[in-house]
């Protein structure tokens, strides 16, 4: 059954389209589907507009945030260089789900960059960045969840989390994971995203990874050290699929979260099948992740740290209770 539309959510059309950019030029919060999960955004070069972004969403102000542009001219206003390296990057990769750490200009605001003299560009396909070209200036956007939960990747997502604010609704994102954070000199994954460690490492020679858990490097990407992603209720994350199933059978009440394949090993218990290849794991991951289907608890299982599979297994860990 389609569930009922709420009045703050507007299917995308040019109206739609043309009310979201005037409510962003006018320092109003709007969120909109990007490829990756939804972003609640404001003007970047507004402080006010900004703060409010902080405001509605409990983010905690050390935690920066990333600016969507719509073309080379609007990067301009932001960073105050961009590298050679940076340039092949952007070739390769924009407009799409890689966000890039360059060096910012005094126009952006410090609030957006938490103070860091770096800011986080990047700029999204498809409605995003038709947004974005718009309204006409660069969008400060986090993902459109309140702080602390799943990245939202349908409009129903951000209307649980925003009952208030105007949403466009273009239907369930592409990748359902966030963009890969890259910082450059030297080449580094602050947080794994929509592409893959494996494929940027092809492309990027010398890329290395922050550290295991992503986007953790201290005092560079500050919004690391918090609490990411929490379900709905507690998720244990399990590294073996033995210790699942003898979990499981002590718990026949639990909600098993698992790739499809798995799910006839539990023809007695509730199953959220997540899908197959590791891409549509990624893409109803966050969904799984605020279930509302019944079970006392969750019960995740790894599965391999290859290509997008190394970004499901982040958001896994930092959105489990425990791990075992
Ligand atoms: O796919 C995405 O990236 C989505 C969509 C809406 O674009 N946005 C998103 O934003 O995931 P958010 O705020 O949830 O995550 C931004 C990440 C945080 O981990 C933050 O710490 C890091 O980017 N970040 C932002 N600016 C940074 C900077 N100057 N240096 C290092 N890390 C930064
Ligand atoms: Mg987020």
Redesign the pocket.
């Known amino acids: 059954m389609a569930a009922r539309r709420r009045k703050n959510v507007h299917p995308v059309d040019t109206r739609s389209l043309r009310e979201a950019a005037a409510r962003l030029r006018r320092g109003e919060l709007v969120a909109f589907p990007?490829e990756?999960?939804?972003?609640l955004g404001a003007n970047a070069l507004d402080a006010h507009a900004v703060a409010k972004i902080f405001a509605a969403k409990g983010r905690p102000p050390d935690?920066?945030?990333?600016v969507?542009v719509s073309d080379e001219k609007m990067l301009r206003r932001v960073v105050s260089q961009v590298p050679a390296a940076a340039k092949a990057l952007m070739r390769k990769f924009w407009p799409g789900?890689l966000?890039l750490?360059l060096s910012k200009k005094s126009s952006v605001p410090s609030l957006v960059?938490a103070g860091?003299p770096?800011?986080?560009v990047?700029m999204?396909e498809g409605v995003a960045r038709d947004l974005v070209a718009a309204a006409g200036v660069p969008i400060a956007?986090?993902?459109?969840n309140l702080s602390g939960r799943p990245?939202p990747t349908t409009a129903r997502h951000v209307a649980e989390d925003f009952p208030d604010v105007f949403v466009l609704d273009g239907g369930s994102t592409k990748h359902g994971v966030?963009?890969t954070?890259v910082?450059l000199d030297p080449p580094t994954i602050?947080?794994q995203?929509?592409i893959s460690e494996d494929f940027l490492g092809k492309m990027v020679p010398g890329l290395r990874r922050a550290a295991s858990s992503g986007?953790v490097v201290p005092g560079?990407?500050?919004?690391?050290k918090y609490k990411h992603y929490a379900p709905s209720r507690p998720l244990i994350l399990f590294l073996r699929k033995s210790s699942l199933l003898s979990y499981a059978q002590k718990h026949p009440r639990a909600l098993i979260l698992c790739p499809t394949p798995l799910s006839s090993l539990f023809p007695k218990q509730r199953t959220l099948p997540l899908g197959t290849s590791p891409e549509e794991i990624a893409h109803g991951l966050f969904a799984a992740l605020r279930t509302r289907r019944k079970g006392t608890e969750l019960l995740a299982l790894a599965i391999p740290r290859r290509g997008i599979g190394r970004t499901v297994m982040d958001r896994l860990e930092r959105a489990a209770t425990r791990i075992a």
Do not use: D, K, W
Not at 36 to 39: E, I, L, R
Not at 141 to 144: G, I, L, R, Y
Not at 220 to 224: L, M, R
């Open positions: 990007t990756t999960v939804y972003g935690n920066p945030l990333i969507h789900p966000t750490i960059t860091l770096s800011v986080a990047r999204p956007a986090p993902s459109a990245s966030e963009s954070v910082a602050l947080r995203g929509a986007c560079i990407s500050p919004g690391t």
